[in-house]
């Protein structure tokens, strides 16, 4: 049996994943050097998510350096004061991509990249910042 074209290619897309991990607020799913975090509508993403997003996010990359990729594909609030807890992760978080095509969205994470120390850089696609964040890993050195 042949599988068909669109089928073979979700799957050659998917042959990175590690895991998934769901938690109240959010689904992670973890590649070798990034993380794509997908929050559920209405969620509201403060310290306190945060904090336990990386908990997560250390108990899979150990003393690794890894991307964190926010897949803003539901409507939800971010406490932009979070920004100030990225210090604590600094040796191992090394670039943060935002990914929406809403402009609403994309206006919140301009106002968001003020705050933030890591690399941080906007995407249309999804792939476009799995991309960045993979070129970056090769240049911090993973």
Do not use: H
């Amino acid at each position: 049996m042949e599988i068909p074209f669109l089928v073979f290619l979700k799957l050659n897309l998917m042959s990175d994943l590690i895991k998934s991990v769901k938690l109240e607020f959010t689904t992670l799913d973890f590649y070798n050097s990034y993380v794509v975090s997908t929050l559920n509508d209405g969620a509201v993403f403060r310290k306190n998510e945060f904090l336990q997003l990386m908990e997560v996010c250390q108990d899979n990359f150990k003393d690794n350096k890894f991307v964190y990729i926010s897949n803003r594909e539901n409507n939800y609030n971010v406490d932009p004061t979070i920004y100030i807890q990225l210090e604590k992760f600094r040796k191992n978080l090394v670039g943060i991509a935002i990914v929406s095509n809403k402009v609403s969205s994309i206006n919140m994470a301009e106002f968001e990249r003020n705050f933030s120390k890591a690399a941080f850089n906007i995407f249309l696609e999804l792939k476009d910042a799995e991309e960045w964040a993979e070129g970056l890993i090769k240049k911090v050195g993973l």
